[in-house]
Antibody, heavy 118, light 108 residues
Framework: QVQLVESGGGVVQPGRSLRLSCAAS????????MHWVRQAPGKGLEWVSF????????YYADSVKGRFTISRDTSKSTLYLQINSLRAEDTALYYC???????????WGQGTLVTVSS | SYVLTQPPSVSVAPGNTARLTCGED??????VHWYQQKPGQAPVLVIY???DRPPGIPERFSGSNSGTTASLTISGVEAGDEADYYC???????????FGGGTKLTVL
């Protein structure tokens, strides 16, 4: 069965960096586009970033562009999100999600919590 | 960029029908997807491409989309349907994805 398991979250000071990981299993990772979506505490869902199946195309929400970098390692079936210059407003549960043809997200991980605090 | 408007809350008695809406100027021209999120859990896709149900989603869940409003309809509402529901579209001009603000469905 499809599984997405995020890791790498934690408490980090403003201005510091963090790398999130999402280990995928149960499907052919190299053939699927992938996304990161975040949810601030008590708030709604916010799309963060997209990477194409082969890593050639990457897109970012305006709120994170220039600070976040999405990448993938097909040999490890793992998706990454490098987060730099962290801000308090980046505090959120970060989900990885698989792209379904047509633009939806058909599988989600359980999320990893990033807390930005001094 | 698109702004999807959802009512913050909807309440319905068990057994009745809940209609959750998602508004945008030309949403009828887009594929709309709906997610259910229960407290402490990841979102679950319940409707994709306006009207289609993923495997395992009950037939009680249905979707429609026309003009300026997309809708998720839940027939015969059960206590277990109490959750937050989010609509979502693709902003094809920028290859972004956009979520609505979410609707909290309360089963009375």
């Amino acid at each position: 069965q499809v599984q997405l398991v995020e890791s790498g979250g934690g408490v980090v000071q403003p201005g510091r960096s963090l790398r999130l990981s999402c280990a995928a299993s149960g499907f052919t990772f190299r053939t699927y586009h992938m996304h990161w979506v975040r949810q601030a505490p008590g708030k709604g869902l916010e799309w963060v970033s997209f990477i194409s199946y082969d890593g050639s195309d990457k897109y970012y929400a305006d709120s994170v562009k220039g600070r976040f970098t999405i990448s993938r390692d097909t040999s490890k079936s793992t998706l990454y999100l490098q987060i730099n210059s962290l801000r308090a407003e980046d505090t959120a549960l970060y989900y990885c999600a698989r792209d379904r043809a047509g633009g939806s997200f058909d599988y989600w991980g359980q999320g990893t919590l990033v807390t930005v605090s001094s | 960029s698109y702004v999807l408007t959802q009512p913050p809350s909807v309440s319905v008695a068990p057994g009745n029908t809940a209609r959750l809406t998602c508004g945008e100027d030309n949403i009828g021209g887009k594929n709309v997807h709906w997610y259910q999120q229960k407290p402490g859990q990841a979102p679950v896709l319940v409707i994709y491409s306006d009207t289609d149900r993923p495997p395992g989603i009950p037939e009680r869940f249905s979707g429609s989309n026309s003009g300026t409003t997309a809708s998720l309809t839940i027939s015969g509402v059960e206590a277990g349907d109490e959750a937050d529901y989010y609509c979502q579209v693709s902003d094809s001009s920028r290859d972004h994805r956009v979520f609505g603000g979410g609707t909290k469905l309360t089963v009375l």
